[in-house]
């Protein structure tokens, strides 16, 4: 009988115990800092320029770091999960006091005037997933220390002053989707470490303008690739037949390079591709006819390089075709095949500047969306064909250029009169 009472007297005082801890626990929570409220105060402090005062009004002790502007917490524990402060227009630095949010997952600072480099404390946040720093202005090598976060998924530092050349040890982040460097100023090679990142998903390299060597045949291991960005640097040598296992490829981006090489026939069995940007390049060969094969294809761009023989028909079967542009590829002659009128969906078209013969294919008059018909600096022969008139883009938008300025003069004199 004793028990019971005994019991009811120990859960008492329990109980009074567990009110007396929390309400301990409050006033330390209401009267002393956090250490995440100190890591945002440390990163307010060394926010030189916050144009709009978003900081400077809302990152206030009065209220609980977790109603910040850009702050979600986890609602467990009340800790930093994201740290969003994109597009704010704030000019500063990242202070080393950022390493102690040790709950972050994503960091998004995208979009603002950061500067300095990235302190190496950043290496505590274990559970880091999304780290956006893209349109800031950070310089200094992209730390190897990366390499050594556990957890990246999406890796953005595109659009910044970032110099050296790609860590190897980035190529332990094998949970990387994103890897964005584009427009920074990185050299060197694209290392074989690279094939490791099996689960990349968007690799972009663009507008880095020295990066340089040969693409690594280890990418064709990126089975998951969907975007390749390499445009705008200073590549050279073939493309690795190893490339033909990017089964999920969308966008290939090769452009503004000194590629050379024929263009590869195994292009055309790259099953989803939807943009291949080939231009400025010295490619040489033939364009091959199985290029014909992808039917997703929406942007050729094949401009500027040294292919030469005819346009193959299988051109024809591209019947998602919004830009096709080949100008400048002088060696490519023959006559303009009439399987062109297929594609229906055609927008720009782009001859100019080649070796190309013969009249205008009156099937050319099924290219109802067409809005720019280059055809300029060729050898094309006959009239202009009066049929070009019954095309809907036909007006002073429409680049029509063809052997002499007075036949281009008395065609467009001649349209005025059918308007
Ligand atoms: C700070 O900003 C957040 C989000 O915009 C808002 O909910 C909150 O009321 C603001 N706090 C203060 C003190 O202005
Ligand atoms: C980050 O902030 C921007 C600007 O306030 C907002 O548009 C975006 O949705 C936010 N993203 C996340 C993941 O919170
Ligand atoms: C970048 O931020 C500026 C404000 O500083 C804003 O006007 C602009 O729309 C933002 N751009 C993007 C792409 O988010
Ligand atoms: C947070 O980090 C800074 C710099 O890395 C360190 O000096 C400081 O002791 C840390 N503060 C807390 C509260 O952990
Ligand atoms: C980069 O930032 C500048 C300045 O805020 C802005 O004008 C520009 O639109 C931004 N570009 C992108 C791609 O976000
Ligand atoms: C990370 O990148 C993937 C792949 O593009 C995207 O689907 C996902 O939304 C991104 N995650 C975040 C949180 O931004
Ligand atoms: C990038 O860094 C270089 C060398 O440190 C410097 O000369 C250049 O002005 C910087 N460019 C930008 C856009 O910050
Ligand atoms: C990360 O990569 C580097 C270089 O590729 C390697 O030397 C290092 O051992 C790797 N570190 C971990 C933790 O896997
Ligand atoms: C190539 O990249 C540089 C630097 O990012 C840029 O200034 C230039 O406009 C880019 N060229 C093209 C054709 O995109
Ligand atoms: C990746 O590709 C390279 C070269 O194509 C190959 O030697 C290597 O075995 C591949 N690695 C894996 C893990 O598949
Ligand atoms: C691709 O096209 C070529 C030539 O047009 C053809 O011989 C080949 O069978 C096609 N391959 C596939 C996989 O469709
Ligand atoms: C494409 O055009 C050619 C020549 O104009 C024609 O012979 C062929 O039947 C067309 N193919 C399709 C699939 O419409």
């Known amino acids: 009988m004793e028990r019971p009472e005994l019991l009811k007297c120990a859960s008492m005082s329990f109980v ?43 990152w206030t002790s009065s209220t609980s770091i977790c109603n910040w502007v850009g702050i979600t917490c986890d609602s467990q524990n009340s ?78 530092l595109s659009i910044n002053n970032f110099t050296g050349s790609i860590p190897p040890s980035l190529g332990n982040i094998t949970t990387l989707r994103i890897l964005e460097l584009w427009n920074n100023n990185l ?36 089975s998951f690739l969907v975007e390749l960005h390499l445009g705008n640097n200073s590549f050279h040598g073939s493309l690795p037949v190893e490339l033909v296992h990017l089964r999920r490829l969308e966008v290939l981006h090769l452009g503004y390079n000194s590629f050379q090489g024929e263009i590869p026939s195994w292009l055309g069995s790259l099953p989803k591709l939807q943009i291949l940007y080939l231009h400025v390049n010295t490619f040489t060969g033939s364009i091959p006819p199985s290029l014909g094969n992808i039917t997703t294809l ?49 927008v720009e078209l782009c001859l100019g500047n080649n070796s190309f013969h013969g009249s205008m294919p009156v099937e050319l008059v099924h290219l109802h969306r067409l809005e720019v018909l280059h055809l300029g600096y060729n050898s094309f022969q006959g009239e202009i064909p009066s049929w070009l008139g019954l095309a809907p883009c036909l007006n002073f938008k429409c680049y029509i250029s063809m052997l002499t300025l007075s036949q281009v003069l008395s065609h467009l004199l001649w349209e005025i009169s059918q308007h």
């Not at 999960?81 to 500063?92: P, R």
Request: hydrophobic letters at 40%.
């Open 187 to 222: 050299q060197g090679n694209i290392l074989e470490e690279i094939g490791n990142l099996i689960n990349l998903e968007i690799f972009d390299l663009y507008g880095n303008q020295q990066i340089s060597g040969t693409i690594p045949p280890h990418i064709g291991n990126l």
């Open 298 to 346: 929406r942007i050729l761009q094949l401009w500027n390089n040294n292919p030469q023989g005819n346009i193959p028909e299988e051109i024809g079967n591209l019947i998602n075709l919004e830009i096709f542009d080949l100008y400048g590829n002088q060696p490519i002659s023959g006559t303009i095949p009439p399987h062109i009128g297929n594609l229906s969906f055609l």
């Open 79 to 156: 800790r930093v999960v994201v740290l969003n402060l994109t597009s704010m227009s704030l000019t500063g630095t990242i202070p080393p006091h950022i390493g102690n949010l040790s709950f972050l997952v994503q960091l998004r600072l995208r979009n603002n005037s950061f500067h300095g480099s990235l302190p190496i404390e950043l290496v505590h946040l274990r559970k880091l997933e999304i780290f956006h720093l893209g349109n800031n202005s950070f310089q200094g090598d992209i730390p190897s220390w990366l390499g050594s976060l556990p957890k990246f998924q999406n890796l953005s």
């Open 16 to 58: 009074m115990f567990c009110t007396f801890a929390m309400s301990f626990l409050d006033i330390e929570a209401t009267t002393n800092i956090t250490p995440d409220q100190s890591s945002l105060l440390a990163l307010k402090a060394h926010i030189t320029h916050d144009p709009h005062n978003l900081l400077a009004n809302n």
